[in-house]
T-cell receptor
Framework: EPEVTQTPSHQVTQMGQEVILRCVPISNHLYFYWYRQILGQKVEFLVSFYNNEISEKSEIFDDQFSVERPDGSNFTLKIRSTKLEDSAMYFC??????????FGPGTRLTVL | GDSVTQMEGPVTLSEEAFLTINCTYTATGYPSLFWYVQYPGEGLQLLLKATKADDKGSNKGFEATYRKETTSFHLEKGSVQVSDSAVYFC???????????FGAGTTVTVRA
């Protein structure tokens, strides 16, 4: 069964460094999403992406964040200058239409 | 805005016990409703969904019915197994923006 994959599974970085989290969505899906879950808190929506552009973003998704679909298979989330409060589990999701979203296993980001 | 409130955990049960996790929602439109499950060390997996009032979603012995009159989508399973130990998330997707809004998650532990 097709699945969403994410790399790396765990990323440790120093405050102020740039990180890129990578996702490979399910191949025939057209809608892509990033969510995050800070330890002990709710899963929060960050951004949705369709037709090579952002369709919606949350207040969390400020100028430090960007997303890109550099080729036909990858979908990336970049954090330009990481802060301590960016430490969280980041989930990528994809969907064929605007209905059911399928999630990857997540990348745990630790900012020191 | 849209929001989901679900029963606080943790919940600890014996095998073959009945499980219910309450979930209520607030939405301006007519959302689709979902239950996702997160097994230890894994990502979010779709458990079941319902897209309109009175629909019943079911999977792996779990059921939830979309109740518009009470704005609820409670998850039930008649006889749990140790393998059902996981974190369960209720979520909604509004037709206007497709992003998922999650509840806080309920940790369920089933003991043999």
């Amino acid at each position: 069964e097709p699945e969403v994959t994410q790399t790396p599974s765990h990323q440790v970085t120093q405050m102020g460094q740039e990180v890129i989290l990578r996702c490979v969505p399910i191949s025939n899906h057209l809608y892509f999403y990033w969510y995050r879950q800070i330890l002990g808190q709710k899963v929060e929506f960050l951004v949705s992406f369709y037709n090579n552009e952002i369709s919606e973003k949350s207040e969390i998704f400020d100028d430090q964040f960007s997303v890109e679909r550099p080729d036909g298979s990858n979908f990336t989330l970049k954090i330009r200058s990481t802060k301590l409060e960016d430490s969280a589990m980041y989930f990528c999701a994809s969907s064929e239409s605007t209905d059911t979203q399928y999630f990857g296993p997540g990348t745990r980001l630790t900012v020191l | 805005g849209d929001s989901v409130t679900q029963m606080e955990g943790p919940v600890t049960l014996s095998e073959e016990a009945f499980l219910t996790i309450n979930c209520t929602y607030t939405a301006t439109g007519y959302p689709s409703l979902f239950w996702y499950v997160q097994y230890p060390g894994e990502g979010l997996q779709l458990l079941l969904k319902a897209t309109k009032a009175d629909d019943k979603g079911s999977n792996k012995g779990f059921e939830a019915t979309y109740r518009k009159e009470t704005t609820s989508f409670h998850l039930e399973k008649g006889s749990v197994q140790v393998s059902d130990s996981a974190v369960y998330f209720c979520a909604l997707s509004d037709v206007s923006d497709y992003k998922l809004s999650f509840g806080a998650g309920t940790t369920v532990t089933v003991r043999a």
